[in-house]
């Protein structure tokens, strides 16, 4: 199948064939992000479920969080046929899904106790997801420093885009 669109980069032009609805270089791109958002799907749900499996302190920046937020919801929606596989799924999820929210919620500056608004119905619910949805804190907090964004480099660009 091939994708088409409209190229909206007049800087891309030259790399185009013949007209601009069609980009090789554009749909390469596109395929390849999408390779790469499986990967860091499979990693962040690997990480999260062994060496991070029950580990609520540090911190994890809102890519991190939302990617196993997203893998998880997918697992659910996987089994929500089987009722009785569901539950068990739930509940193995539950623990490693508490804790990416309260290193989340340490990233923003806030402690996990904010996960206590769970118990309250609906407006906790919204309230909660505004604050994991709250940028970072860019400089060290009592809960830890941040991920570094450049991976150690000395120009500050490593290739990839920074996890915030």
Same mark, same amino acid.
């Given at each position: 199948?091939?994708?088409?669109?409209?190229?909206?980069?007049?800087?891309?032009?030259?790399?185009?064939?013949?007209?601009?609805?069609?980009?090789?270089?554009?749909?390469?791109?596109?395929?390849?992000?999408?390779?790469?958002?499986? !990967?860091?799907? #499979? *990693?962040?749900?690997?990480?999260?479920?062994?060496?991070?499996? @029950? &580990?609520?302190?540090?911190? %994890? =920046?809102?890519?991190?969080?939302?990617?196993?937020?997203?893998?998880?919801?997918?697992?659910?929606?996987?089994?929500?046929?089987?009722?009785?596989? !569901?539950?068990? #799924? *739930?509940?193995?999820?539950?623990?490693?899904?508490?804790?990416? @929210? &309260?290193?989340?919620?340490? %990233? =923003?500056?806030?402690?996990?106790?904010?996960?206590?608004?769970?118990?309250?119905?609906?407006?906790?619910?919204?309230?909660?997801?505004?604050?994991?949805?709250?940028?970072?804190?860019?400089?060290?907090?009592?809960?830890?420093?941040?991920?570094?964004?450049?991976?150690?480099?000395?120009?500050?660009?490593?290739?990839?885009?920074?996890?915030?």
């Amino acid at each position: 199948m091939v994708e088409t669109f409209q190229l909206t980069d007049p800087k891309l032009a030259p790399t185009c064939f013949g007209s601009s609805y069609f980009c090789h270089n554009e749909l390469q791109d596109l395929h390849m992000r999408r390779g790469n958002l499986m !990967n860091e799907l #499979i *990693s962040i749900l690997r990480v999260n479920l062994t060496s991070k499996y @029950a &580990t609520f302190y540090g911190r %994890d =920046s809102r890519k991190q969080y939302w990617l196993w937020f997203l893998s998880t919801a997918l697992i659910d929606s996987l089994f929500a046929l089987i009722p009785v596989a !569901n539950a068990f #799924i *739930s509940l193995f999820l539950l623990i490693p899904g508490l804790a990416a @929210a &309260t290193r989340r919620l340490h %990233d =923003s500056g806030r402690s996990g106790k904010w996960l206590l608004l769970l118990l309250v119905l609906v407006i906790g619910w919204i309230w909660l997801a505004i604050l994991l949805c709250l940028p970072s804190e860019p400089e060290p907090n009592q809960y830890g420093s941040p991920k570094p964004l450049n991976n150690g480099n000395s120009n500050g660009s490593n290739g990839q885009r920074p996890y915030r």
